[in-house]
């Protein structure tokens, strides 16, 4: 722990919750003072104290293109000087919808709102009005937000609190929800076919919309078994409920079509966020023109001050501009860093063959998991056989020695445009030397 870090926490525990601002990246995470970071450039972070650290958390995704790219620069230092937000329709925002529009084939309107959270919101209250029903089914260890409908079974909790795999008890995850805004909600066990068949013929007939992560990013990073997700999307069209992906976090992550492009699939409704705005709240509802007409003249109602936000708007186009420029090479490069960053931490964990470690990953998204498992599939395998309090002491140990990944084993990390085989040797080598320090 740096000094100035140690006394800017004493300071902010007096003045903010927790000295931070989300849990994620206070105590909760850190078990104590989290390493208050200065600036950042390309794929470096420097704390208040003057350190260097490799970043492979990038802003929990939000940065494809690095710290401080020069584009991005170049992009806010114009835009700003014209003004930073109107509340007006503007030509940028056409402009990025037709981006949009022209990338997705499964998405003929977009709507943008300023995070994931609100996206998601905004998708449900779609998706009911479109259907006039009113439950909706999710997956254990699945995040869509902290709307009080669906903030149920998206952190670790000990076996005993599952309930049958055939019918999960269903754990809210906050106080101060009123269990009737989660009545309509069912969770079902993931990446689990029967128990997708089972809660489909059950609730199916029942359910405005089946809403899942293409990859389950909210336990690290688990993907779907295949053809996993194309069972769900054929069961939802065959009940009548919609088909909702949500790629917030996967979305101009894992390609230019998230997961909807590498698993083939053709959503009803999806929302995006994180990457989208290139490092500046952005994020968007999107479907087909006779689902998303239901926001027209507010019949399902979505408003917004700061919606589609002028300067994180021509941010958003910048990022994208960059990311497709020479056929999509934006998103090839950050797929290639990823999958050998994922390849160079199985390796180091192989060589030095003293603790259980899986490294699991989609193209720019990877995670370390230390588990006597061969993989993770689920919710119920994280909770009770990934060691969440090693991987803590794995990444405040890599982060002594200039590699920055978030602590907590629930999340992920993330190569960007920026990154180098350099840094992965780097990283590497940070690795071996923690695990051979490492109880």
């Known amino acids: 722990m740096t000094n100035t870090s140690q006394s800017l926490f004493e300071r902010g525990m007096k003045v903010l919750v927790e000295g931070v601002s989300s849990a994620s990246r206070g105590?909760?995470?850190?078990?104590?003072?989290?390493?208050?970071?200065?600036?950042?450039q390309g794929a470096r972070l420097y704390d208040v104290d003057g350190r260097e650290y490799i970043d492979w958390m990038m802003a929990f995704g939000a940065l494809p293109l690095g710290h401080a790219h020069p584009a991005i620069v170049e992009t806010v230092s114009r835009e700003i000087a014209r003004g930073s937000h109107f509340a007006t329709a503007l030509e940028v925002e056409v402009e990025v919808a037709e981006i949009l529009v022209g990338l997705l084939p499964h998405v003929e309107k977009v709507r943008f709102a300023n995070t994931g959270t609100e996206a998601c919101m905004a998708a449900f209250r779609l998706a009911r009005g479109h259907t006039g029903r009113r439950k909706i089914i999710k997956f254990e260890g699945h995040y869509h937000g902290w709307w009080d409908a669906v903030l149920l079974?998206?952190?670790?909790?000990?076996?005993t609190m599952f309930g049958h795999p055939n019918d999960p008890i269903r754990i809210t995850d906050s106080s101060g929800i009123p269990p009737e805004a989660q009545a309509d909600t069912?969770?079902?066990?993931?990446?689990?076919?029967?128990?997708?068949?089972?809660?489909m013929a059950q609730h199916g007939p029942q359910a405005a919309c089946v809403v899942t992560e293409g990859v389950m990013s909210n336990m690290g990073v688990i993907p779907p078994r295949p053809g996993y997700l194309q069972r769900m999307q054929d069961l939802a069209r065959a009940h009548g409920a919609l088909f909702y992906l949500d790629e917030t976090v996967t979305g101009f992550r894992l390609a230019a079509g998230g997961c909807a492009e590498l698993y083939g699939l053709s959503p009803d409704i999806v929302t995006y966020g994180k990457a989208l705005g290139g490092g500046l709240p952005m994020a968007m509802i999107g479907?087909?023109?006779?689902?998303m007409s239901g926001l027209e003249w507010g019949k399902v109602l979505h408003f917004?001050?700061?919606?589609?936000?002028?300067?994180a708007l021509h941010v958003t186009k910048t990022m994208l501009t960059t990311m497709l420029a020479d056929n999509q090479a934006g998103f090839r490069r950050i797929g290639d860093l990823g999958q050998k960053m994922a390849e160079e931490m199985r390796r180091v964990a192989r060589a030095s063959n003293r603790h259980d470690i899986v490294v699991q990953g989609v193209n720019s998204m990877f995670q370390?998991?230390?588990?006597?498992?061969?993989?993770?599939?689920?919710?119920?395998?994280f909770c009770t056989r990934v060691d969440r309090a090693k991987f803590r002491d794995f990444a405040l140990r890599l982060m002594d020695k200039g590699v920055y990944m978030n602590p907590s084993a629930t999340l992920h990390s993330?190569?960007?445009?920026?990154?180098t085989e350099e840094d992965i040797a780097a990283t590497g080598r940070a690795m071996a030397a923690v695990l051979d320090e490492m109880p």
């Open 153 to 159: 079974n998206t952190n670790p909790v000990p076996a």
């Open 186 to 199: 069912i969770v079902a066990r993931w990446n689990d076919f029967d128990a997708l068949e089972r809660v």
């Open 27 to 40: 105590p909760a995470t850190f078990g104590g003072a989290p390493r208050y970071m200065s600036h950042g």
């Open 414 to 419: 993330l190569s960007s445009l920026v990154h």
């Open 287 to 291: 479907g087909r023109d006779e689902i």
């Open 304 to 311: 917004g001050t700061h919606n589609a936000g002028r300067l």
């Open 368 to 381: 370390v998991f230390f588990t006597d498992l061969d993989a993770i599939h689920d919710y119920r395998d």
